[in-house]
């Protein structure tokens, strides 16, 4: 495992202030654009009658303004939210299934971004059930950067796609899926997998470049072995380490993808934020992060709180700040500050091979 990370360093990420901004003035980017997974999703699956992938409810959102519950899966904000506020934004771009024409004006001049996230989603399309899948998210986007070149000032947009900072976070639910089909596989189902995953990953970054995307800030796989429901299945109650294996293979993988795709196309930057060495560290390393509970969800029941959602009957815990994880799967609004904060401005161990912040003052 890699060295911790010092901890004034954490302190300082932990209690940097936050100020939401809400006037383009203070925007570092023009638009953030978000695809991926339950991890970045701000409530798009809320408008999918279907789909049981859902955080619409209480407790969800306890500590978002207002306590009120979003689509988000956590107890407040998720990552993208700090993220975007370091961007200066006030949180997220609104989720895209909620656009109409009367929240749309500044979107279709290249402004504020869209997120198109969808808890459940993969980078395989065949990962999830009634959500939006990686392909329909870009898919939604090319259909909203088309409507955004109709628009009078359209090489305005074009420059201010090219600034903008395009964030992905996927592959933790393909690799559930995997694991949950192969739970003793071989080398080379493996592979197979990995092979499969990367020639989408690799379609989808082409598609989002020949779109206009030139700067990719993502968030790679967390250690899913080790989330609580996880634990709650292995009767030590520890991490399950094949499935650790699994996302950090892809991981690796990922990471050589766009080693790739930096030398093949012009003007592509990228920066990955390293979520499995963050989490792994942090529960290495609980109290340098001001957490006390690193293997319980904060919200939920059974064992580790995680044998279930964490629904309105579900027991919760007081003292949020102090747990790496909210729910079964998701961590809280506290581990996603402390995240966000690590990969716009950390030292390399968890972010690379620049930081978000380099990312975005990066000249093209």
């Known amino acids: 495992m890699k060295k911790p990370l010092c901890l004034f360093f954490v302190l300082f990420c932990v209690f940097s202030s936050f100020v939401g901004a809400t006037t383009s003035n203070t925007w570092k980017v023009p638009a953030i654009y978000v695809f991926g997974d339950s991890t970045v999703d701000v409530g798009n699956n809320n408008y999918l009658t279907n789909s049981n992938a859902k955080a619409n409810y209480p407790h969800y959102g306890i500590d978002f303004p207002h306590s009120r519950p979003t689509g988000r ?15 200066g934004f006030r949180r997220s771009p609104p989720p895209y299934l909620s656009l109409n024409d009367t929240n749309n ?4 001049k290249g402004l504020r971004g869209v997120n198109f996230a969808s808890a459940g989603s993969g980078i395989l399309d065949s990962t999830g059930a009634n959500i939006i899948t990686t392909t329909q998210q870009l898919q939604y986007f090319e259909t909203l950067r088309s409507k955004m070149m109709a628009q009078p000032n359209a090489e305005q947009v074009a420059q201010r796609l090219s600034k903008s900072l ?41 598609t989002l470049y020949n779109l206009g995307a030139r700067r990719f800030a993502v968030i790679n796989v967390p250690p899913i072995g080790c989330v609580p429901t996880s634990r709650a299945r292995n009767l030590t109650g520890g991490c399950i ?9 892809l991981n690796d993988a990922i990471t050589a993808l766009f080693s ?18 963050l989490t792994l560290t ?17 919200c939920g029941s059974g064992k580790l709180n995680a044998q279930s959602y964490c629904t309105p009957n579900a027991t919760y815990c007081m003292n949020r700040k102090q747990y790496l994880f909210w729910d079964l799967i998701h961590p809280t609004q506290q581990a996603s500050k402390i995240s966000a904060s ?13 930081t978000y912040k380099q990312l975005v003052y990066s000249d093209n």
């Open 260 to 277: 790739k795709l930096a030398v093949a196309l012009p003007g592509l930057k990228y920066s990955i934020g390293a979520s499995y060495d």
């Open 105 to 108: 004006h500044q979107i279709l």
């Open 73 to 87: 899966f956590s107890n407040g904000y998720n990552q993208i939210d700090f993220v975007a506020i370091h961007m």
């Open 342 to 354: 690590v990969f716009y401005d950390g030292p390399a161990q968890f972010v690379g091979p620049i």
């Open 166 to 206: 395009f964030l992905i976070s996927a592959g933790g639910n393909d690799a559930f899926a995997f694991f949950a089909a192969n739970n003793s596989p071989n080398n080379s189902d493996v592979l197979l997998f990995y092979n499969t995953l990367l020639s989408k990953y690799d379609n989808h970054i082409k």
């Open 282 to 298: 942090a529960i290495s390393n609980p109290r340098s992060y001001g957490f006390k509970e690193v293997e319980s969800a904060c």
């Open 241 to 249: 380490n094949g499935m650790n294996q699994i996302a950090k293979g």
